[in-house]
């Protein structure tokens, strides 16, 4: 059943080029120039009436939420929340019938996510699903909603749903941009063709695995561990710093890396391994300046860079090369060597990957 893996973690990082392909099957229709959701088409109007789109969503989900947000902004033009729907629900906030709630849910059985859906109902509002799991009580709750295709995640920690909310929500933001025009109609092709060809990077991306592990048995004592990115890589390193603690129990946290300088850049000394999410599209002369940050502090620099990267390769202390992609789309390739970073950390430790401790598949009490 784990297809010859040794854990349903590391089978399902794999399954992510085909399963990023199920979701955008059907959907995407590059050269057409054409994006096709039934749940979209049939809404469409809500979604370009709205004055604001609320995301809500716990864990993984919720940072796949806020990658959305900056896809949603920069291609739409559709100011955006992100909330931690534990949050939301219980704060009074506002909310009416101009607004479109999006629910992320990879179980579609989240409490918090849930509660927080009957709220935005209550008041008026569209609420729209991105399930994972067909039939779940969220994707029931919901007006309309659009499935992710990642198949069963059995591994408490999320790998595939990740890439592939993403994937639905990077449809939804160009099939909005389409018919607001927010975008060139070059620039929109252009992002239809990349998206199309992901699983081929992912898949590239996926042949860091042994240099992931190499990596891993160098910190796999480490303490603690901070990932650092700026703009769409931000919530990748949040990602990336969930995934480290709860299978591998590292404490770790996830900042944009301009925030070091107001507070965490005091933990840094020669024991403090930093993992920076430093692609070639984007800041990278922003990002370059954050690791010297971290360099003269001795800070150990673990990068993750654009193939053929000279810059970060001279500074950081260890490597792993991707490949390129748009700054938008970056989070579906930087999230992988990261995945496979805190698999390999976890094993080396003799934890349960598949089953952490304290943890369950889905958090249906709150
Ligand atoms: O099923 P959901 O997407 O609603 O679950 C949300 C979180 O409980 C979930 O993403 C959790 O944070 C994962 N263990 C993260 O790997």
């Known amino acids: 059943e784990k297809g010859g893996y040794d854990h349903f973690m590391l089978k399902e990082i794999y399954e992510q080029p085909s399963v990023i392909k199920d979701t955008y099957r059907g959907r995407l229709h590059a050269n057409e120039g ?116 990642a198949g069963p995640e059995i591994g408490v920690a999320s790998t595939k749903a990740f890439t592939t909310q993403i994937t639905v929500l990077t449809m939804i933001a160009l099939r909005l941009a389409k018919a607001k025009g927010t975008l060139s109609n070059s620039v929109f092709h252009s992002y239809l063709q990349e998206l199309e060809i992901i699983p081929e990077k992912v898949k590239e991306a996926l042949e860091t695995n042994e240099r992931a592990k190499e990596i891993a048995a160098v910190f796999k004592d480490a303490p603690n561990c901070l990932y650092l990115g700026r703009g769409y890589n931000f919530p990748v390193a949040l990602e990336g710093a969930l995934k480290l603690k709860e299978i591998s129990y590292i404490h770790a946290e996830g900042y944009p890396a301009a925030e070091m300088k107001h507070g965490p850049i005091a933990l840094i000394d020669e024991h403090m391994p930093v993992i920076v999410i430093a692609p070639k599209q984007g800041h990278y002369d922003k990002i370059v300046s954050n690791i010297q940050e971290i360099k003269s502090r001795s800070g150990k620099i673990i990068a993750v860079v654009t193939k053929g990267d000279t810059q970060v390769r001279e500074l950081a202390d260890y490597i792993i090369e991707i490949p390129e992609t748009s700054d938008a789309l970056s989070p579906l390739i930087t999230t992988i060597p990261l995945q496979l970073l805190s698999y390999h950390i976890a094993v080396m430790r003799g934890c349960n990957v598949d089953q952490p401790r304290n943890l369950a598949k889905s958090v249906t009490v709150e």
């Open 34 to 149: 054409l994006i096709q959701m039934a749940g979209i088409e049939d809404n469409l109007e809500k979604f370009l009436n709205a004055e604001r789109i609320i995301i809500v969503a716990c864990g993984t989900s919720w940072h796949a939420g806020l990658v959305a947000e900056y896809i949603f902004e920069e291609f739409a033009r559709i100011p955006v929340e992100v909330e931690y729907a534990s949050e939301f629900r219980y704060r009074n906030p506002i909310i009416n019938r101009k607004d479109v709630v999006i629910a992320i849910s990879q179980s579609g059985e989240t409490a918090d996510t849930m509660a927080a859906i009957k709220l935005a109902k209550e008041n008026g509002a569209f609420v729209f699903g991105v399930c994972n799991v067909v039939g779940s009580s969220i994707s029931r709750e919901t007006h309309a909603g659009a499935y992710t295709h």
